[in-house]
């Protein structure tokens, strides 16, 4: 088996060759590594490595683990001891952790390697990584589109077989829309299932730690590591957490699956609309029933969204004053300017603008109109989502109303790029848990762009997503195809 | 100066400590203009007797023993302190 075949693999394959000794944690390191070297200067999904810290912990891992010596790499927002910890901004330039995020010891308990940080959005406010201070990350199925965002380097890395699994944060869609965009798998927990402990907060009510992974089992594996409850994160629930693999082959006979009517707007990419009517067809023909419902306040979500997400935004990035860490401007004349002017050159144009609207949002006068009402709608979009699990198991939508888009095509329009996120910030909004699975391709041009189908799941049914995705890959052959960046590249 | 809606980005900017050069506030404010202008839709709903939800499942009183434990020493708290002197951060004179 070449080093290329080797990173090709599912996190399940891969630890199957690692438990019949045929392959050692420090080979898959190795093939990682040279599979990164190869064609990560096209797709630019990394920001740091630690090389030599994954070889360390590869001679000591346990490959009889629930994920030993399995690399996994990591969002950049999520704190791992001794890295840096950039969230792609320039205000955490020359920061190291100094401690791991709970997800990071969960996952280092469980054999895991972490390996590898990847970029996003500065502090996860975008929808194409696009918006990171320090690269640019392109789309392995076609590197003049972005890969999508906030969690793209995640995406991206997976879906080049530059990583087995990674983990993403999603305050509005930031596991769910790359995983799209990429052809790959993202699931966005329930809220308060897995514990923020170090990550660094952009949306404290909305923000939830998840998997990115070639495959639905990869993505229940590690689920099973990093749910639980958390002391360190007073919003982690405590109730029990299930076996999401053992979950996984039950049959879809008795499930009710709800399509949201709302959800069929006129921006759909026909192209889209057409892979996901087919999806609802085939689960329809695993022997899951099709039920419309309602969803009568979605057309208020991403309204929402922006002013609960940036006042939230614009209170815990209040820490980046340039007194405890990260950059620091010179010379400051007195303690105003040295804010003033440290937040002025650390912070890109859209978290600038999120902080602004966040205070406004917030500020004496404009409170009750702008975030108490939000909070409010905010009810009544929750109490859509309860009513419908009243007649469904889950729900299923397209992920993104359109493919992967070229770079640089939506940059100078915000209120644009906010409204490609219709379908998945409302799951956050209710604390609900959902999962985007591939389920086809848009033909443009000579290149295929992969689309993604979405599963919204109740409050801590993650088992049942997982099941209903798994049996719908299991079903189909998406999940198989790999983006041409492999021969592209050789030739180069 | 404000644009189409109550916004004025070069006031709330200096309220949340963000310095702008001219230029860009002018950006921002027509950008922000827009995004508040979108926002405007929410004052189409009636939400008379409507809790406000603030996070998305109940959870409540959450308490954990008061014991001592091992955290951060000021050392390691200090290991990215952008400027430091004495096992404390420096900052710039605040009183005159």
């Known amino acids: 088996m070449t080093g290329n075949d080797l990173a090709a693999l599912s996190i399940a394959d891969l630890q199957s060759l690692l438990r019949r000794r045929e392959v050692s944690p420090r080979e898959v390191i190795n093939a990682l590594r040279e599979r990164i070297e190869a064609v990560d200067r096209d797709i630019g999904a990394y920001l740091s490595l630690g090389i030599e810290a994954a070889m360390k912990e590869a001679e000591h891992a346990n490959v009889d683990l629930p994920l030993g010596g399995v690399p996994i790499a990591i969002k950049d927002i999520i704190n791992v001891m001794d890295q840096p910890c950039s969230c792609a901004s320039k205000i955490l330039n020359g920061y190291r952790a100094p401690y791991d995020a709970t997800v990071i010891q969960k996952l280092r308990a469980a054999g895991a390697i972490p390996f590898g940080k990847t970029n996003l959005d500065e502090f996860a406010m975008g929808s194409s990584t696009e918006n990171s201070a320090l690269k640019a990350t392109c789309n392995p199925w076609d590197l003049s589109r972005v890969p999508g965002g906030s969690s793209g380097g995640s995406a991206a890395a997976v879906a080049a077989d530059e990583a087995f699994g990674a983990l993403g944060s999603d305050t509005g869609g930031s596991i769910r829309q790359p995983a799209a965009l990429c052809g790959v798998v993202g699931l966005k927990p329930t809220y308060g299932r897995v514990s923020r402990f170090g990550l660094v907060a952009f949306a404290s009510s909305l923000d939830q730690i998840g998997p990115v992974t070639k495959t639905v089992r990869d993505a229940a594996l590690i689920m099973n590591v990093i749910a639980g409850h958390d002391p360190q994160d007073s919003t982690s629930l405590s109730a029990p957490v299930p076996d999401y693999v053992a979950n996984l082959g039950n049959d879809l006979r008795g499930v009710r699956l709800g399509v949201p009517k709302e959800y069929m707007i006129d921006g759909i990419d026909p192209q889209v609309r057409a892979a996901i009517d087919v999806a609802v067809k085939q689960l329809n023909s695993l022997g899951a029933e099709i039920i419309e419902v309602s969803l009568p306040n979605t057309e208020y979500a991403i309204a929402v969204y922006y002013i609960i997400a940036t006042a939230e935004a614009s209170a815990n990035l209040a820490r980046f004053d340039g007194v405890r860490y990260g950059y620091r401007a010179e010379n400051p004349k007195d303690v105003l300017d040295l804010y003033g002017r440290t937040r002025e050159e650390g912070f890109g144009p859209e978290v600038k603008r999120r902080i602004i609207l966040g205070t406004y949002v917030l500020s004496s006068g404009y409170y009750d109109a702008y975030y108490l009402r939000a909070q409010k709608v905010r009810e009544l979009i929750r109490r859509d989502f309860a009513s419908a699990f009243e007649k469904v198991d889950a729900l299923i939508s397209p992920t993104s109303p359109v493919a992967a888009f070229k770079l640089g095509e939506r940059v100078a329009n915000p209120l644009q790029m906010y409204l490609a996120d219709i379908f998945t910030i409302a799951a956050n909004l209710a604390g609900i848990c959902g999962i985007s699975i591939p389920c086809g391709f848009t033909e443009l041009d000579e290149h295929r762009l992969p689309i993604g189908v979405q599963l919204l799941g109740k409050p801590l049914d993650e088992a049942r997503i997982l099941q209903i995705a798994h049996a719908y890959e299991q079903s189909t052959d998406w999940h198989n195809a790999r983006p041409p960046i492999a021969s592209s590249l050789r030739k180069a | ?96």
């Open chain 2, 1 to 96: 100066m404000a644009g189409n809606s109550d916004l004025d980005v070069a006031y709330v900017a200096r309220l949340a400590r963000i310095n702008l050069t001219e230029e860009e506030a002018k950006v921002f404010q027509k950008q922000l203009d827009d995004v508040l202008k979108y926002v405007e839709k929410l004052r189409q709903l009636d939400v008379t007797g409507i809790d406000t939800a603030a996070h998305a499942l109940p959870i409540t009183n959450v308490f954990r023993d008061d014991a001592p434990r091992d955290w951060f020493t000021a050392e390691q708290a200090l290991t990215n302190a952008p400027r430091q002197a004495n096992g404390l951060f420096v900052v710039p004179k605040v009183v005159e």
